[in-house]
């Protein structure tokens, strides 16, 4: 690919007529808690210069070859420079992983280590032309793997507005996908978080490459991105290599055609991975798809555990799906009966869940389990009595679904993923739940996003669901009131 862009070799860059207009609109305000693209001519520092020692005979300053050194090999400015760069990349990789929030903290905990890594971009960016080449140089090991350099490469050079450093990253992207799992892993994830608007017309040819590593890379960037076009996603439902289906099973597939799309999700429910197998089951659920619900059923009377076919179809929300709860909750396979009956959330259950809670002969992480799945049921008990509440909540209509204590609606669940919490999976599960509350209308919300991302996502979430001045007139009118005493 030709760079539409010229870069003067004293300076940053300086944007063509014919730069990519598909790349989004370059800004001139750093980073502060999510990705942007930034205006190198802006934001960037020139060239250093190259300052000669005063001393007798000027030629000493020289090397004895008579030539300058490149300003990179000089000391002073431009070694600095060269040390913070490398510096600032190695941290954004470090602080990569305190992106994922940890057991028992709130997903927004990690904001301030994503506002430290944005400001380390920002640093690298601002450090010039010829610290993103020396970025683009460092960003595979020759000797061993080094996913989170991969990542932080990928990302930096991705929030550089232009496509000069396209070609870096496409040889990045490719050795990373070829050479090593996690590599690739964290060059997908990279590319994921990336600012850039033209990156369907960047990655679509990988879409056809004779990799399937790499057709499965650019297949999760783009789904992942909802930026698959539907005949692209059903070519890769169809593809061989699971990993390209379990690719695309990251895609709003709500968005395409049902007809179209049952058929397919139930052929990637049958696959032997166990992964495609899940994924395709809960997307399943998020469509409300019947065979797929079947599909779920006979998995999950046959091996509960395996592609977590329970909770999946537990997802679905028949209340007939008690029956088969009830008698699990009875066997071995109670544990796993017990989360499913949490995410179905019928009070007719809670008497089954209250008589495994208060078994003397179950142990006291048995018992926890136990007590979690009523209280994703019930809620907290207003007054402390939580054996009470229960019993309380369990007198609610038998086919009503309840979260929380409250009728389980896309409120409700735009609310739980608002509130305190730190699983992403969990997290991905509530919002395909949404999807489903809302028929398909949800927009686009990732718990993998940065946090900035994921609090402007739940906005337009709430702003589809309920118009900004109606929302904000019944929050005035609500203020203060009293938490309701469950479903009646």
């Known amino acids: 690919m030709n760079s539409a862009l010229v870069m003067p070799a004293a300076g940053p860059a300086a944007p063509t007529g014919a730069s990519r207009a598909g790349a989004g ?27 000669v020692p005063a001393q007798p005979g000027w030629r000493g300053a020289w ?10 090999e000089a000391g002073g400015t431009a070694a600095f420079r060269r040390r913070a760069a490398e510096e600032c990349l ?5 602080l990569r992983a305190y992106r994922a929030p940890q057991p028992d903290e709130h ?9 430290r890594l944005l400001a380390q971009v920002n640093a690298i960016i601002g450090l010039g032309a010829e610290a993103l080449d020396q970025v683009a140089a460092l960003a595979i090991d020759p000797d061993l793997p080094d996913p989170g350099r991969v990542f932080a490469a990928l990302l930096v050079l991705g929030c550089v507005a232009g496509d000069r450093w396209w070609p870096a990253m496409q040889r990045i992207f490719e050795a990373a996908v070829g050479r090593h799992p996690e590599e690739g892993a964290h060059a997908v994830e990279a590319l994921s978080l990336s600012p850039r608007s033209d990156l369907p017309e960047l990655l679509s040819p990988w879409l056809g490459h004779e990799s399937p590593a790499l057709r499965a890379a650019a297949a999760r960037v783009l789904a992942f991105r909802w930026e698959l076009p539907e005949r692209a996603w059903e070519t890769a439902m169809r593809d061989a290599a699971p990993a390209v289906v379990a690719a695309a099973l990251g895609a709003p597939a709500h968005q395409f055609d049902p007809g179209r799309c049952e058929p397919l999700l139930l052929t990637a429910a049958h696959s032997p991975a166990e992964p495609v197998a899940r994924a395709a089951l809960r997307l399943g659920a998020a469509l409300r798809l019947p065979a797929l619900h079947g599909q779920a059923t006979r998995m999950a009377t046959r091996d509960p555990g395996w592609a977590d076919a329970l909770t999946a179809m537990a997802m679905h929300g028949h209340p007939g799906d008690a029956v088969l709860l009830r008698a699990m909750l009875r066997n071995a396979d109670r544990w796993q009966a017990a989360r499913a009956a949490s995410v179905l959330g019928l009070p007719a ?8 809670h208060d078994d003397p002969l179950r142990n006291d992480e048995e018992r926890q389990l136990a007590a979690q799945a009523l ?48 699983s992403r999976a969990v997290r991905q599960d509530q919002y395909l739940e949404l999807v489903a509350a809302s028929r398909g209308q949800a927009p686009r919300f990732s718990p993998f996003d940065f946090v900035a991302a994921q609090e402007a996502s739940l906005q337009r979430i709430a702003d589809a669901m309920v118009p ?11 203020a203060g009131a009293s938490r309701a005493d469950g479903p009646h």
Do not use: C, K, N, Y
């Open 25 to 51: 609109a370059a800004s001139r305000r750093l980073m502060i808690d999510q990705p942007r693209l930034l205006d190198l001519a802006a934001v960037g520092a020139p060239a250093p210069s190259l300052r």
């Open 107 to 115: 997903w927004r905990t990690p904001i301030d280590s994503e506002r």
């Open 349 to 356: 259950l809670i008497p089954d869940l209250l008589a495994l």
């Open 90 to 94: 190695d941290l954004v990789a470090v």
């Open 375 to 422: 209280a994703t049921i019930a809620g907290p008990a207003p007054d402390g009595d939580s054996a009470g509440w229960w019993r309380r909540i369990a007198q609610a209509p038998a086919d009503l679904r309840v979260r929380g204590g409250r009728p389980l609606g896309a409120g409700v669940l735009l609310a739980r993923l608002r509130g305190p919490g730190w």
């Open 63 to 72: 090397p004895s070859g008579g030539e300058a050194p490149p300003p990179f």
């Open 468 to 478: 900004r001045d109606a929302r904000e007139a019944h929050d005035a009118r609500d």
